[in-house]
């Protein structure tokens, strides 16, 4: 069966499904529960988890734009520190977003009780039931669905803010921190879990068209609008209830509007909440699901919860499979939901801090994201030192909880998934680098050559299966060229069935006529062979330097070409390939460092160049 899932997702759904997902309970119904726990320093609440969120977020945007692979965090987690904590991740993640997504359910339940009197959960299960269908039938049209409702969502905000500044009562603010600083943090703690709807962009990256440079680019303009959002409507619904009116409420921003805009206001951001909450429950089941299906694809799942709908594209058994913890959520406590909820969230964001420090401190060279995390490590550390902070002040209940979590997690693994993987990971890799022990196989660097080709939608032309090939001289020590050139011929005799003398006579000649070297320490030695339909490339590194009679400086990377006369085409072809290549940034440096001859080819194959084919 094919289990690859459809690449249909922009930018702009990439920016409704990450904006949606925040625009929810976290606005619509927490406000009120956070202003009881701080006071009207609930905004600083807010804006000290958004720049919280915001270390995580870069971190993800990193790891995504190297990885976009359907499970975000629990692939990156997996691929840098293990099986073991990524089962952990993986279903602490998928528990946590459909938790967070469970919450949007009560909030429609919440606001359908304005209408009239109904049961909570039987709202919240129909709804869900919707949004399974809706998910079920395709991406696509789960995306379009999220785009017109996220634009609305934000024209009507915009419109409460906008008529809600001149009516703020500074009067409200007083006493700012009535419960004290540690309240605010603890609460910025609490609010968390608005936040989460990053984790879903990176679960559904797989996906999305270009992801490498879309989903980054879609989750930084969505935390910046939503931040910006945060605070303005938070310190407007502040300002203008009150701590008598606001404390507890589980619909502050349309007690709000009453206040700014009268009836029909009121109305209106009822209107905009269910849409808020349909955004956040729709957006969630369709990144929550992709959890299960990255788990099951690396065996520590049953098969399945990897099983893709031939017609529909889309990880069926898995959704459902959410939609049902979703609808178990509805039976939970409220402040506890919310709390396990960010909980898990802040240890996720953790994670991706720690995956970004092992993943460029581990020296793996496919390890190529498109979008760098900025002023590395000291955002990753400030992160997890600042992410631990509001697990430490989210109270002993929690910390129980997601205790209990985590040792569910971890037996899942050792009963389950630990006969059925085996993986390479990044922390091996660093742990031999520090250690100087082999610890490690190619696997990790194979697996993630074949991610940056579907990342970048690259297909294979001539002179990538020329490269594939081709044979791999690793010099240990200094040569000069005519020991080098006999090296040659004696491994490329075999190949092109001629005598190694003849092929040694040919290097030699053509480095009389004029110097290979084309620039210092590179040198491309190509030659014409007799014979028809006969063409082949030799990769060669030798650290310690390589003495061409010609040069003033001694050459660590030659690139050997031999082919015959018709193909002459290809032979320039294959020059202009090797040149591109060789100009990237940084490519000197990855030679020279490279692990071993399956990793110098692997940089030439993932070299930037324009293709031949």
Same mark, same amino acid.
């Given at each position: 069966?094919?289990?690859?899932?459809?690449?249909?997702?922009?930018?702009?759904?990439?920016?409704?499904?990450a904006?949606?997902?925040?625009?929810? %309970?976290?606005?619509?119904i927490?406000?009120g *529960?956070? &202003?009881?726990?701080?006071?009207?320093?609930?905004?600083?609440?807010?804006?000290?988890?958004?720049?919280l969120?915001?270390?995580?977020?870069?971190?993800?945007?990193?790891?995504?734009?190297?990885?976009?692979?359907?499970?975000?965090?629990?692939? $990156?987690?997996?691929? %840098?520190?293990?099986?073991v904590?990524?089962?952990?991740?993986?279903?602490? !993640?998928?528990?946590?977003?459909? +938790?967070?997504?469970?919450?949007?359910?009560?909030?429609?339940?919440?606001l359908?009780?304005?209408?009239?009197?109904?049961?909570?959960?039987?709202?919240?299960?129909?709804?869900?039931?919707?949004f399974?269908? =809706?998910? $079920?039938?395709?991406?696509?049209?789960?995306?379009?669905?999220?785009?017109?409702?996220?634009l609305?969502?934000?024209?009507?905000?915009?419109?409460?803010?906008?008529?809600?500044?001149p009516?703020?009562?500074?009067?409200?603010f007083?006493?700012?921190?009535?419960?004290? =600083?540690?309240?605010?943090?603890?609460?910025?703690?609490?609010?968390?879990?608005?936040?989460?709807?990053?984790?879903?962009?990176?679960?559904?990256?797989?996906?999305v068209k270009?992801?490498?440079k879309?989903?980054?680019?879609?989750?930084i303009?969505?935390? =910046?609008t939503?931040?910006?959002?945060?605070?303005?409507?938070?310190?407007?619904?502040?300002?203008?209830?009150g701590?008598?009116?606001?404390? &507890?409420?589980?619909?502050?921003? %349309?007690?709000?509007? +009453?206040?700014?805009?009268?009836?029909?206001? #009121?109305?209106?951001?009822?209107?905009?909440?269910?849409?808020?909450?349909?955004s956040?429950?729709?957006?969630?089941?369709?990144?929550?699901?992709?959890?299960?299906?990255?788990?099951?694809?690396?065996?520590?799942?049953?098969?399945?919860?990897s099983?893709i709908?031939l017609?529909?594209?889309?990880?069926?058994?898995a959704?459902?499979?959410?939609?049902? =913890?979703?609808?178990?959520?509805?039976?939970?406590?409220?402040?506890?939901?919310i709390?396990?909820a960010?909980?898990?969230?802040?240890?996720?964001?953790?994670?991706?801090?720690?995956?970004v420090?092992i993943?460029?401190?581990?020296?793996?060279k496919? $390890?190529?994201?498109?979008?760098?995390?900025?002023?590395?490590?000291?955002?990753? *550390?400030?992160?997890?030192?600042?992410?631990w902070?509001?697990?430490?002040?989210?109270?002993?209940?929690a910390?129980?909880?997601?205790?209990?979590?985590?040792?569910?997690?971890?037996t *899942?693994?050792?009963?389950?998934?630990?006969?059925?993987?085996?993986?390479?990971?990044?922390?091996l &890799?660093?742990?031999?680098?520090? /250690?100087?022990?082999?610890?490690?196989?190619? %696997? +990790?660097?194979?697996?993630?050559?074949?991610?940056?080709h579907?990342?970048?939608?690259?297909?294979?032309?001539r002179?990538d299966?020329?490269i594939?090939?081709?044979?791999?001289?690793?010099?240990?020590?200094?040569?000069?060229? #005519?020991?080098?050139?006999?090296?040659?011929? @004696?491994?490329?005799?075999g190949?092109?069935?001629?005598?190694?003398?003849?092929?040694?006579?040919?290097?030699?000649?053509?480095?009389? #006529?004029?110097?290979t070297?084309?620039?210092?320490?590179?040198?491309?030695p190509? *030659?014409?062979?007799?014979? @028809?339909?006969?063409?082949?490339?030799?990769?060669?590194?030798?650290?310690?330097?390589?003495?061409?009679?010609?040069?003033?400086?001694?050459v660590?990377?030659?690139?050997v070409?031999?082919? !015959?006369k018709?193909?002459?085409?290809?032979?320039?072809?294959?020059?202009?390939?090797?040149?591109?290549? /060789? #100009?990237?940034?940084?490519?000197?440096?990855?030679?020279?460092?490279?692990?071993?001859?399956?990793?110098?080819?692997?940089?030439?194959?993932?070299?930037?160049?324009?293709?031949?084919?």
């Amino acid at each position: 069966m094919d289990n690859k899932l459809k690449k249909e997702l922009k930018l702009l759904d990439v920016f409704c499904v990450a904006t949606g997902a925040m625009i929810s %309970s976290g606005l619509f119904i927490l406000p009120g *529960i956070a &202003h009881a726990l701080a006071g009207p320093a609930v905004v600083v609440s807010y804006f000290l988890a958004g720049l919280l969120a915001m270390t995580g977020m870069l971190s993800q945007a990193e790891l995504v734009s190297a990885m976009p692979k359907a499970g975000g965090t629990y692939f $990156y987690v997996a691929r %840098s520190m293990g099986p073991v904590v990524a089962t952990i991740d993986g279903l602490l !993640t998928w528990l946590s977003v459909s +938790l967070k997504s469970a919450f949007a359910l009560v909030g429609i339940a919440a606001l359908m009780s304005l209408i009239g009197t109904f049961d909570a959960r039987i709202i919240g299960a129909a709804f869900c039931l919707v949004f399974v269908l =809706i998910n $079920y039938f395709g991406v696509k049209k789960a995306g379009r669905i999220q785009i017109v409702i996220v634009l609305i969502l934000l024209a009507l905000l915009i419109f409460y803010i906008a008529r809600g500044i001149p009516l703020v009562d500074m009067k409200n603010f007083v006493p700012f921190a009535p419960h004290g =600083i540690a309240a605010v943090f603890s609460t910025a703690g609490f609010v968390f879990v608005s936040y989460g709807g990053l984790l879903k962009v990176a679960s559904i990256a797989e996906e999305v068209k270009n992801p490498g440079k879309v989903v980054p680019l879609g989750m930084i303009l969505s935390l =910046i609008t939503v931040g910006v959002l945060y605070t303005l409507v938070i310190f407007v619904t502040s300002g203008v209830l009150g701590a008598q009116q606001l404390d &507890h409420s589980l619909t502050p921003i %349309s007690d709000g509007a +009453l206040v700014v805009a009268g009836k029909y206001g #009121q109305i209106a951001m009822v209107f905009a909440a269910i849409l808020a909450f349909v955004s956040t429950a729709n957006a969630g089941i369709m990144s929550a699901s992709r959890y299960p299906l990255a788990l099951s694809r690396d065996g520590l799942l049953p098969n399945i919860f990897s099983k893709i709908n031939l017609r529909f594209k889309t990880p069926g058994v898995a959704i459902i499979a959410t939609g049902i =913890i979703m609808v178990l959520a509805l039976f939970l406590n409220l402040k506890m939901l919310i709390e396990v909820a960010s909980t898990v969230l802040i240890f996720t964001f953790i994670f991706s801090c720690l995956c970004v420090i092992i993943m460029r401190e581990s020296g793996i060279k496919n $390890y190529r994201p498109q979008f760098r995390a900025p002023f590395y490590p000291w955002l990753q *550390i400030s992160g997890i030192f600042g992410c631990w902070l509001l697990v430490v002040n989210m109270g002993k209940e929690a910390l129980f909880i997601s205790s209990l979590l985590f040792a569910a997690g971890a037996t *899942i693994f050792w009963f389950y998934g630990r006969q059925r993987t085996k993986r390479d990971f990044a922390l091996l &890799h660093l742990i031999e680098k520090v /250690t100087a022990r082999e610890f490690v196989d190619v %696997s +990790l660097e194979t697996e993630l050559k074949e991610i940056i080709h579907e990342r970048d939608e690259i297909v294979k032309d001539r002179f990538d299966r020329v490269i594939e090939e081709s044979k791999v001289i690793d010099i240990q020590k200094s040569v000069s060229s #005519q020991e080098l050139f006999r090296m040659i011929s @004696e491994e490329m005799a075999g190949c092109v069935e001629i005598d190694s003398k003849e092929i040694e006579k040919l290097l030699n000649d053509r480095e009389e #006529q004029g110097s290979t070297v084309l620039s210092p320490g590179l040198a491309i030695p190509h *030659i014409i062979i007799k014979g @028809e339909k006969k063409f082949l490339v030799m990769l060669v590194r030798c650290k310690d330097g390589i003495i061409f009679p010609k040069a003033n400086k001694s050459v660590k990377i030659v690139f050997v070409i031999a082919g !015959t006369k018709d193909e002459r085409k290809f032979h320039l072809r294959a020059l202009s390939a090797i040149a591109q290549i /060789t #100009q990237e940034e940084g490519f000197e440096e990855k030679w020279l460092d490279a692990s071993g001859k399956e990793a110098l080819r692997e940089i030439i194959l993932l070299g930037e160049r324009k293709r031949l084919e």
